[in-house]
């Protein structure tokens, strides 16, 4: 059986200042039931989810990806994980399905103002790419207030040469990854105004502004909600949120990340943000597979990605009933 065009599935978005808990869980419905989650299911001979509620379709899903698709092998980070190879046709049509419910084709925004761009954080080659769009967006007319960068404090290993290759300076942190990046793409002045401090379990954070670029400019490596493990996207988008002071109530946000990674970080951000904040909420990602910084990730990774889109679809769906 060879690659079909599957038609594409529309994400659960919020709008800002509006209320739409029940079409977000008709959307959530219409992704977990689409063709192209069918047409997965089947590359890998599962059937049909049950007849039940939303819910329990859910917990069948992420149960499924558990068994089949957790390369992390529950807790390793995404550069450890090994996985398998397919033959080029069980490949397509993997890709197809997983490019249909989100994961590819995600680089270009629907709106053209937005009152704050928030670009999430990576390594090096990640930033590049990431700080990279979003100043093509913002340089094709995009309007935003504010340029954030979300990162974390987790420690980045032998990245410092790489970093100089690309003009960089010192990249001990994802933070300072993000930072580096960020500045150079948007030609930031060096000096920023910088706040530190740690939350009430002692887990630090910093923020670096730098309010002469144009939109101004700031980056936050955010504090871990978990002692002892790194910051992960929730805690970011928490941090930014409660530490930068830019009045997210109701703001109409855009996401920049990694086409792979758009579906859950969509869903953690409408879950956090537009649940929490009333956020209206957007996001775009690189395209991995052709980028010029980054290599196209394997199949497996992207099967990884589903599940991590299955498990925010589920938080999100908690979090409306």
């Given at each position: 059986?060879t690659?079909?065009?599957?038609?594409?599935v529309?994400?659960?978005?919020?709008?800002?200042?509006?209320?739409?808990r029940?079409e977000?869980a008709?959307?959530?419905a219409?992704?977990?039931?689409?063709?192209?989650m069918t047409?997965?299911?089947?590359?890998?001979?599962y059937?049909?989810?049950?007849?039940?509620?939303?819910?329990?379709?859910?917990?069948?899903?992420?149960?499924?990806?558990?068994?089949?698709?957790?390369?992390?092998?529950?807790?390793?980070?995404?550069?450890e994980?090994?996985?398998?190879?397919?033959?080029?046709?069980?490949?397509?049509?993997?890709?197809?399905a997983?490019?249909?419910?989100?994961?590819?084709d995600?680089?270009?925004?629907?709106?053209?103002?937005?009152?704050?761009v928030?670009?999430?954080?990576?390594?090096?080659?990640?930033?590049?790419?990431?700080?990279?769009?979003?100043a093509?967006?913002?340089?094709?007319g995009?309007g935003?207030?504010?340029?954030?960068?979300l990162?974390s404090?987790?420690?980045?290993?032998?990245?410092?040469?790489l970093?100089?290759?690309?003009?960089?300076?010192?990249c001990?942190?994802?933070?300072?990854?993000?930072d580096?990046?960020?500045?150079?793409?948007?030609?930031?002045?060096?000096r920023?105004?910088q706040?530190?401090?740690?939350?009430?379990?002692?887990?630090?954070?910093?923020?670096?502004?730098?309010?002469?670029?144009?939109?101004?400019?700031?980056?936050l490596?955010?504090?871990?909600?978990?002692?002892?493990?790194?910051?992960?996207?929730?805690?970011?988008?928490?941090?930014?949120?409660?530490?930068?002071g830019q009045?997210p109530?109701?703001?109409?946000?855009?996401?920049?990340?990694t086409?792979?990674?758009?579906?859950?970080?969509?869903?953690?951000?409408?879950?956090?943000?537009?649940?929490?904040y009333?956020?209206?909420?957007?996001?775009?990602g690189?395209?991995?597979?052709?980028?010029r910084?980054?290599?196209?990730?394997?199949?497996?990774?992207?099967?990884?990605?589903?599940?991590?889109?299955?498990?925010s679809?589920?938080?999100?769906?908690q979090?409306l009933?």
């Open positions: 059986m690659a079909v065009a599957l038609p594409p529309p994400l659960p978005t919020t709008v800002a200042g509006g209320d739409n029940a977000l008709r959307a959530i219409s992704w977990v039931d689409s063709p192209a047409a997965l299911l089947r590359e890998f001979r059937g049909p989810l049950p007849d039940a509620p939303l819910g329990d379709r859910l917990a069948a899903l992420e149960k499924i990806s558990a068994e089949r698709w957790d390369y992390r092998a529950g807790n390793l980070e995404r550069h994980a090994v996985g398998e190879r397919f033959d080029p046709a069980a490949d397509a049509r993997i890709r197809s997983a490019g249909a419910l989100g994961l590819a995600r680089s270009t925004p629907a709106g053209r103002r937005y009152d704050h928030l670009v999430l954080g990576g390594g090096v080659r990640t930033m590049m790419a990431r700080a990279h769009l979003a093509t967006i913002l340089r094709s995009v935003a207030g504010s340029v954030t960068g990162g404090l987790r420690l980045l290993h032998d990245q410092n040469d970093a100089r290759q690309f003009g960089l300076g010192e001990v942190t994802e933070g300072d990854a993000v580096e990046a960020l500045r150079h793409v948007f030609d930031s002045p060096p920023a105004d706040r530190i401090g740690r939350t009430t379990t002692g887990e630090p954070w910093w923020i670096r502004s730098y309010p002469e670029t144009q939109p101004p400019l700031h980056v490596a955010a504090p871990s909600s978990r002692p002892g493990e790194r910051a992960n996207t929730a805690d970011t988008l928490i941090g930014w949120a409660e530490l930068t009045a109530a109701g703001a109409r946000l855009l996401l920049v990340t086409d792979i990674f758009v579906p859950f970080q969509h869903c953690d951000a409408v879950r956090i943000l537009g649940l929490g009333g956020c209206g909420v957007e996001t775009v690189f395209a991995n597979l052709t980028d910084w980054v290599q196209p990730a394997e199949t497996f990774a992207i099967l990884q990605e589903v599940r991590s889109a299955i498990r679809m589920r938080a999100l769906h979090a009933t």
